[in-house]
């Protein structure tokens, strides 16, 4: 007797040829980062993505799709279209992470997260009580830069506490992040945006 595996079915080959992107992750860059490049912050759009998507730089050049002026803008806006269809946890947590040109935007959407995680989250009361703690945690975790040490000084308490808050936060981030990111990419496979994985 043989076993047949059920597989994920893949989504329709998209009608305007192959897909731009290799995954969610570098559409989503794309996207977030894109009318910033153009409008002559370039340098620090490339430094960014440079740490955020290092395969991007190992990989040889290629062809390029020509993703520039009205070409890049409809497919940023695109695929920022469909990433505001996703519900607002997600898309929160997809702002945090990529929002890379625009600190204060990832800061405030790390503020949501927190509160939306004193709600939902199974977190200790010594943290869910300290929402400006998760914030900051939060802002670390999505890349901003923060010191545990600052953390600690602002709560008035021990910088390994502030190491544990972090554990039970990042627990909850993680799995809020990966959900969204696994959304993301469903979504952009089946509007033909991002290669599918079969």
Known sequence: MTTILAK?????????????????????LFSFTF???QQGTAGAAERQIALQARDRYERHAGAGRGLQGFDGAAQAGMILALVSR???EQQTAIEARFRVLDAPTRRAACVILAMRAQLVADIAPAVRTRPGAMATILQRHFGLRVALHRIADDHDVDPRTVRRWQAEVLRWARVLERAAMNAAEDTL????IVESAA
């Open 35 to 37: 009318s910033a490049t």
């Open 8 to 28: 994920r079915p893949s989504p329709p080959a998209s009608p305007q040829g192959p897909a731009l992107f290799r995954s969610a992750h570098q559409a989503l």
């Open 189 to 192: 496979q089946a509007a033909g």
């Open 86 to 88: 996703m519900p607002r």
